[in-house]
């Protein structure tokens, strides 16, 4: 069965810092895709990144950077020189070959920056 | 307009209120969702629709009736709810049928029942 698991629930950090969001996740499938999205304030949720199973290089968009390890079943998120506008909800997600439709998101991480 | 956009943005109703819930896009997508984010349990997904046709309900109770009369619309029909039935209920959309492409959400109806 596939399972997205995101065991950080609240993390707090100062502005500046850097920080790491985890994500593990679970699937029987060769082939699938992982996602990143940000929940500000206002509620919608914003597409980051996608990522598919065969390619495991790392990735930097801005302060952005995502770190995927097959051998782990991870797939985080590093934010760089955090800022207060980075203050939100990071949920991760996968999705399977075959279900295309269907997304699972895990439970997301609240990330507070602190002035 | 551009994206995914939803109205009302904000809603309260009575448990004997009729009400529904709009979504459209604005993306050329063939494939629909609602979901469900309460502080207990944040993202369920209730249904998917895939050209129009409902492949996803995910044990959701009658109370919520959804319609998808086509690829750019999208209905939830509320009745009698319940106070547990307050959420932000978020509507996205993808490309139907093309492999690990992303959901776009709308900005979500917060929904009050009182």
């Known amino acids: 069965a596939q399972k997205v698991t995101q065991a950080q629930t609240e993390i707090s950090v100062v502005e500046k810092e850097d920080v790491t969001l985890d994500c593990v996740y679970e699937t029987r499938d060769t082939t699938y895709y992982l996602f990143w999205y940000k929940q500000p304030p206002s509620g919608e949720l914003v597409f980051l990144i996608r990522?598919?199973?065969?390619?495991?290089q790392n990735e930097i968009s801005g302060r952005y950077s995502w770190n995927f390890q097959k051998s782990t079943s991870s797939f985080n998120l590093t934010i760089t020189a955090s800022q207060v506008v980075d203050s939100a909800v990071y949920f991760c997600a996968l999705s399977e070959s075959g279900r295309d439709d269907k997304i699972i998101f895990g439970k997301g991480t609240r990330l507070h920056i602190l002035p | 307009e551009t994206g995914v956009t939803q109205t009302p943005r904000h809603l309260v109703m009575g448990m004997t209120n009729k009400k529904s819930l709009k979504c459209e896009q604005h993306?050329?997508?063939?494939?629909m969702y609602w979901y469900k984010q309460s502080a207990k349990k944040p993202l369920e997904l209730m249904f998917v629709y895939n050209f129009k046709e409902q492949t996803e309900n995910n044990s959701v109770p009658s109370r919520f009736s959804p319609e998808c009369p086509n690829s750019s619309h999208l209905f939830l029909h509320l009745h009698t709810l319940q106070p547990e039935d307050s959420a932000l209920y978020l509507c996205?959309?993808?490309?139907?049928?093309?492999?690990?492409?992303?959901?776009?959400f709308g900005p979500g109806t917060r929904l009050t029942v009182t």
């Open positions: 993306l050329g997508h063939n494939a």
């Open positions: 990522r598919n199973s065969f390619d495991e």
């Open positions: 996205a959309s993808r490309p139907g049928l093309v492999p690990g492409y992303e959901q776009y």
